[in-house]
């Protein structure tokens, strides 16, 4: 029996998962005074640079305007945020979502964690690929679950399927999937799709329990050069979708997102109540109700898809003129360069160095990487360039081989 306090057994959780090297990162390296330095050019978090617009301002103000007595009550789900919701599921994945089906929650954290609570047991297995967004373990543990990582395929950036058909036993319960990927930028294809629903469907028989998946899609509408996204949902019918409007309007401290259930779920009616239950007793997980009255609003707003291939392209074209090796997202607004070290925290120091500051790839479990954030200003990835050549230049000097490798072309 484990008689621990539940604060030393979370903190036990903490440091041995991703989210510690985060937490060193935010709160004891001295990051957080340092990304306001002057001349300090920040590429780490997905945070807003540029000022938020103003459709976005005057949405959120005039939600919060009272127009009835309860208006700040408890609200369970707005129908008309929920039918927007709705309506532009429909719009982006063919499939035919009623409003039964979308849960508002506070963001894509809450979803992820419903929906790992209604279908896990203590102990199933729960299967993801690395590079992961790095709180997928935490909340894995948190929800008494047991992660299983496997790598990506690192010469295309798909998923490798026949490591996740390797890595499912009788304990896995589910599989989650993030495309377009963070941090690759990877847009999981049809092909690759349907053969995971193949491997979900033939182990759920093998076991004789359903596998369930989890599409973590934040990022779904943010697709550069015109090209089609296709969900697993669209695949795999025992699917939910954790969705985060964080991401389309660059405001992820505003917390609003949902958790829709795969309308060709059979059965799925019988999560629909377990879903509130679990937001109830998480901790009343639902958006508050100014973001809910804002939503239909809200989902009007276009993200600049246009700015934001400019500055991928701008971005991707200066560093692979100096040397660095990486591919090009097609989707997300990340970066993930190849390092001229292999230890990409000394070369993340390196770029400190030059006043930039990126993310190294063991944040993700992926060493020998880094991350750079497009939601930097343009002027920003403008004056970064010369500083990330200089660090390039710095490393190369003290050590050719090791940056003539890491900058050699790969499949």
């Known amino acids: 029996m484990d008689d621990r306090l539940t604060s030393d057994r979370v903190a036990t959780i903490a440091a041995a998962t991703p989210f510690q090297l985060l937490y060193e990162f935010y709160r004891l390296?001295?990051?957080?005074?340092?990304?306001?330095?002057?001349?300090?050019?920040?590429?780490?978090?997905?945070?807003?640079?540029?000022?938020?617009?103003?459709?976005?301002?005057?949405?959120?103000?005039e939600a919060l305007i009272p127009q009835h007595e309860l208006w700040f009550a408890y609200n369970f789900g707005d129908a008309k945020a929920i039918e927007a919701a709705t309506e532009s599921l429909r719009r982006h994945i063919d499939l035919p979502?009623?409003?039964?089906?979308?849960?508002?929650?506070?963001?894509?954290?809450?979803?992820?964690?419903?929906?790992?609570?209604?279908?896990?047991?203590?102990?199933d297995e729960v299967v993801y690929s690395l590079p992961p967004w790095f709180l997928y373990e935490p909340l894995v543990l948190e929800a008494g679950l047991v992660p299983v990582k496997v790598s990506i395929d690192r010469q295309t950036l798909d998923l490798d399927l026949d490591?996740?058909?390797?890595?499912?036993?009788?304990?896995?319960?589910?599989?989650?999937?993030?495309?377009?990927?963070?941090?690759?930028?990877?847009?999981?294809?049809?092909?690759?799709?349907e053969r995971l629903a193949k491997i979900l469907d033939e182990a759920s028989e093998r076991n004789g329990r359903r596998i369930f998946l989890i599409s973590d899609e934040p990022y779904n509408r943010i697709i550069?050069?015109?090209?089609?996204?296709?969900?697993?949902?669209?695949?795999?019918?025992?699917?939910?979708?954790?969705?985060?409007?964080?991401?389309?309007?660059?405001?992820?401290?505003?917390r609003l997102g949902y958790l829709a259930v795969s309308p060709t779920m059979?059965?799925?009616?019988?999560?629909?109540?377990a879903i509130e239950a679990v937001q109830i007793s998480g901790g009343w997980l639902f958006p508050n109700s100014s973001m809910q009255y804002g939503l239909p609003r809200l989902e009007q707003l276009a993200f600049d898809i246009e700015l934001f291939q400019r500055k991928r392209d701008t971005m991707v074209a200066a560093l692979r003129e100096i040397g660095y090796t990486l591919s090009v997202p097609e989707g997300t607004f990340y970066l993930f360069p190849q390092s001229p070290l292999a230890d990409d925290v000394a070369f993340t120091?390196?770029?400190?160095?030059?006043?930039?500051?990126?993310?190294?790839?063991?944040?993700?479990?992926?060493?020998?990487?880094?991350?750079?954030?497009?939601?930097?200003?343009?002027?920003?990835?403008?004056?970064?360039?010369?500083?990330?050549?200089?660090a390039f230049r710095a490393v190369a000097a003290a050590q050719p081989e090791a940056a003539k490798a890491a900058a050699a072309p790969t499949g």
């Open 224 to 254: 550069f050069d015109d090209a089609r996204f296709r969900s697993p949902l669209e695949f795999y019918p025992w699917s939910f979708l954790a969705y985060s409007y964080g991401k389309t309007l660059l405001s992820p401290g505003e």
């Open 97 to 123: 979502f009623e409003p039964d089906d979308v849960h508002l929650t506070t963001g894509g954290f809450a979803a992820i964690s419903i929906a790992l609570k209604i279908v896990g047991d203590l102990g």
């Open 349 to 390: 120091q390196a770029l400190d160095r030059e006043g930039v500051l990126v993310l190294p790839g063991r944040m993700f479990e992926t060493p020998g990487f880094f991350r750079i954030s497009l939601t930097a200003t343009m002027e920003t990835i403008e004056a970064g360039i010369p500083r990330f050549a200089a």
């Open 29 to 61: 390296s001295g990051y957080e005074q340092r990304r306001h330095e002057p001349g300090v050019l920040d590429f780490t978090f997905g945070d807003p640079h540029d000022p938020p617009s103003e459709a976005y301002v005057e949405i959120l103000r």
């Open 163 to 193: 490591a996740i058909a390797a890595a499912i036993t009788p304990r896995t319960r589910i599989v989650i999937v993030n495309s377009p990927n963070n941090p690759t930028g990877r847009i999981y294809p049809p092909a690759t799709l």
């Open 266 to 273: 059979p059965g799925r009616e019988q999560f629909r109540d």
